[in-house]
T-cell receptor
Framework: GAVVSQHPSWVICKSGTSVKIECRSL??????MFWYRQFPKQSLMLMAT?????????EQGVEKDKFLINHASLTLSTLTVTSAHPEDSSFYIC???????????FGNGTRLTVT | GENVEQHPSTLSVQEGDSAVIKCTYS??????FPWYKQELGKRPQLIID?????GEKKDQRIAVTLNKTAKHFSLHITETQPEDSAVYFC?????????FGPGTRLSVLP
């Protein structure tokens, strides 16, 4: 079945540094990938929709200059948290569907801790 | 835009009993409704889904029902087991994306 791989699974960084998270579709091409943020005991909050070869679409309230998304190929999207601060600490999950109107496949998630 | 409500937020049942989680959605154009199970610290896993041309779908102990007129869909788990304990999210498609419900924390007590 469709598999989405996400790395790293966890990362600890110092305040002010940047962190890159990768999301790969392993056995299908994903023209669209989604990035979510999840706070403890809360639902998945869509941050942005990543489109291959074009600019990402950000949800209201998400700073595009802080959360840089690059979708350079049909199998890879990256999320870079720039100048991270402790309030950016969260669980970040990517997802993709192998075709329209089909189930989302999620990556394992990345737990980011900013100290 | 699409809004998905989910109830209850927490649910405790005795092992062997049934559990029902209900969701409502707002966008009548939605026609695909997946359910995800998320264990602590892990990614959501698809457990069952239903499309709008079907009223009910069953997979072993799990079933989903859809009332498109009322914009309701529900997850039914029968003969619950401790390993069913997790957070369950319903979702509805909205354009090329999905909108998730707030989640239900299910606890199955042995």
């Amino acid at each position: 079945g469709a598999v989405v791989s996400q790395h790293p699974s966890w990362v600890i960084c110092k305040s002010g540094t940047s962190v890159k998270i990768e999301c790969r579709s392993l056995d299908f091409q994903a023209t669209t990938m989604f990035w979510y943020r999840q706070f403890p005991k809360q639902s998945l909050m869509l941050m942005a929709t990543s489109n291959e070869g074009s600019k990402a679409t950000y949800e209201q309230g998400v700073e595009k200059d802080k959360f840089l998304i690059n979708h350079a190929s049909l199998t890879l999207s990256t999320l870079t948290v720039t100048s991270a601060h402790p309030e950016d600490s969260s669980f970040y999950i990517c997802s993709a569907a192998d075709r329209g109107n089909s189930p989302l496949h999620f990556g394992n998630g990345t737990r980011l801790t900013v100290t | 835009g699409e809004n998905v409500e989910q109830h209850p937020s927490t649910l405790s049942v005795q092992e062997g009993d049934s559990a029902v989680i209900k969701c409502t959605y707002s966008d009548s154009a939605s026609n695909y409704f997946p359910w995800y199970k998320q264990e602590l610290g892990k990614r959501p896993q698809l457990i069952i889904d239903i499309r709008s041309n079907v009223g009910e779908k069953k997979d072993q102990r799990i079933a989903v029902t859809l009332n498109k007129t009322a914009k309701h869909f529900s997850l039914h788990i029968t003969e619950t087991q401790p390993e069913d304990s997790a957070v369950y999210f319903c979702a509805a498609d909205y354009g090329q994306n999905f909108v998730f419900g707030p989640g239900t924390r299910l606890s199955v007590l042995p």
